[in-house]
């Protein structure tokens, strides 16, 4: 995935011979795996060569770095040759590496991701599942006054790129149209308060980012505030394409139904009621969509939510049609997903909601004791008390322009 330049041969020709020799055997080591990763169709064993490819990656760097060095010991290449050559090579180590450490710890998520899309092309699929996670980030200037403003900023711009539009359309496009850019917002469907080794755990991941733009959704940020406080859930239509899953918006507190949404700043009939927007399904330029194990956990945390207020009828609904969640998929570990439950709501949640979403265990994160596992899902309970506190606070200060930029940086 990772453009790697090979020594320049300006360089390469000052080695000694025994340096040429190992660096010309790490190439054809690649060369054969790279014959095999082209033909591969199987995402798992695709993958396992993707890591064996970025160890040789790093092996030829490595033995790239030492050649130099010798070289520059006999005298063959002068410092200043050395030195840029040197910085050449560290800019793709790095590039490498982080691919390498990806693969290794995110492997779940950029599987799962994988085969959410057009697995017609894996060389693609995995770029597109890669894009953000080797990206090396922009380094702050000293000057810049807002560094939490400026990585909204950022992931903004990645969801304006991997979406392929300034917002994510909901509830017609003549009527978004209208819609002033200012009120659109960058949300995150995971908040990013909530990015632990708890979470990553109940993901079934070493690590995760919640920054990339498949957590994310360009959304009014009266829909944001609604599905922020639960008022609103994203779910997923039934679809025989399975790369190409359709999402509509559905209300969950029927109590807002005759109320307005969005007031358009046009004239007084210029209107959009929630009743407008209930099952209005979201509409993309292009083939990107959000990940589903997101969707998926803003919907489990919007039920554990209603739950407490008593309020989960829009769930059983959806469960007497058949099916609470209609994508399956291994998308939360099933033992910590109990637990959390428990400290998040007091409740239970039905076999209906978890049944083919869950997995039993992860190669990347095993399974750890029960009273381990009891112990971060209380601590990632609490961690969703504050933010659910949080997101109460942000919707009260949402119309006070002088604490909006501070309301979008914490979405």
């Not at 300034?166 to 200012?182: F, H, N, P, V, Y």
Request: glycine letters at 4%; charged letters at 30%.
């Amino acid at each position: 995935m990772v453009n790697k330049s090979p020594l320049h041969h300006r360089y390469a020709s000052l080695l000694s011979s025994e340096s040429q020799e190992k660096l010309a055997e790490v190439k054809s080591r690649k060369i054969s795996a790279a014959s095999i990763i082209s033909t591969s169709s199987d995402v798992s064993e695709f993958l396992d060569f993707k890591i064996k490819d970025a160890k040789l990656d790093m092996d030829y760097t490595e033995r790239s770095k030492r050649g130099l060095v010798e070289a520059y010991e006999r005298d063959t290449i002068e410092e200043e040759d050395l030195t840029e050559a040197l910085h050449d090579i560290k800019q793709d180590d790095m590039k490498i590496r982080r691919e390498y450490v990806a693969l290794k710890r995110q492997r779940k998520l950029i599987q799962d991701d994988i085969k959410e899309g057009d697995q017609s092309n894996l060389e693609k699929a995995y770029a597109l599942a890669m894009l953000n996670r080797v990206k090396i980030p922009p380094q702050l200037s000293q000057s810049a006054r807002n560094p939490k403003k400026r990585t909204q900023d950022d992931f903004r711009q990645a969801l304006e790129s991997y979406y392929g539009a300034a917002r994510t359309m909901i509830a017609g496009e003549s009527q978004i149209k209208q819609w002033l850019s200012g009120e659109v917002k960058a949300a995150h469907m995971v908040p990013k308060s909530l990015q632990s080794d708890e979470l990553s755990y109940l993901f079934g991941a070493g690590e995760m980012d919640l920054s990339e733009p498949r957590n994310g959704l360009l959304l009014h940020r009266k829909i944001e505030e609604a599905l922020d406080r639960g008022a609103a859930v994203i779910v997923p239509l039934p679809s025989k394409d399975f790369s190409m899953s359709e999402w509509k918006l559905l209300l969950t507190t029927e109590s807002l139904r005759n109320q307005v949404a969005v007031a358009l700043p046009f004239t007084a009939s210029d209107q959009i009621y929630w009743r407008d927007l209930d099952e209005t399904i979201l509409q993309f330029p292009n083939e990107n969509r959000p990940a589903r194990r997101y969707l998926y956990f803003k919907y489990l945390m919007t039920f554990l939510m209603t739950q407490v207020l008593g309020g989960t009828k829009w769930a059983e609904k959806r469960a007497h049609k058949g099916s609470m969640w209609c994508t399956p998929g291994p998308y939360l570990r099933k033992s910590m997903l109990a637990s959390l439950a428990k400290h998040v709501s007091d409740g239970w949640l039905p076999e209906a909601i978890y049944t083919g979403a869950t997995f039993s265990d992860a190669a990347e994160e095993p399974n750890r004791p029960p009273d381990n596992e009891e112990v971060l899902a209380m601590s990632l309970g609490l961690k969703l008390e504050g933010e659910k506190t949080d997101a109460s606070k942000r919707a009260l200060a949402a119309d006070n322009p002088d604490d909006e930029a501070d309301d979008e940086e914490e979405s």
